[in-house]
């Protein structure tokens, strides 16, 4: 098994054994502020968000080839990620917007609000079943 991570103080994301063998850089250019990741194993897909300078949530295969953007517009502080592997679907939660929202996660596509509130600060989301889980400050 691999985990993956973000280092935020040199804007990679990147991959090693369990071990902590094999330790790679997967992703280390266009990223300036890389939050949070989920990974899709089946699927072979990276997940991650960005607070940079151009807030966005990308994808990109495992060995971090092929990245593209999937949401770039109305959104601010993209924090937590989560996948739903039943549905296929990406949620995250937005600590600006204070929404959660979701795409479908092959095609960026039928982009939908799950939950708003207000003066929530999201931080993280988690979905499980029928059930979406998140945090606050």
Not at 16 to 25: D, H, K, M, T
Request: aromatic share 14%; hydrophobic share 40%.
């Amino acid at each position: 098994g691999n985990i993956y991570w973000t280092d935020h103080g040199f804007n990679l994301i990147e991959v090693a054994r369990l071990n902590g063998s094999f330790r790679y850089v997967v992703i280390s250019q266009g990223l300036e502020q890389p939050r949070s990741i989920a990974v899709h194993p089946d699927k072979g897909y990276l997940f991650w968000t960005e607070w940079g300078q151009t807030p966005c949530i990308g994808r990109a295969h495992l060995d971090g080839s092929e990245k593209v953007v999937l949401v770039s517009l109305g959104i601010a502080w993209p924090n937590g990620i989560s996948i739903d592997y039943e549905e296929n679907k990406l949620y995250w939660c937005d600590a600006r917007t204070d929404k959660i929202e979701r795409i479908d996660l092959e095609s960026g596509g039928s982009r939908e609000i799950v939950l708003s509130g207000s003066n929530v600060d999201m931080f993280s989301v988690a979905v499980f079943g029928a059930y979406i889980y998140w945090s606050d400050r």
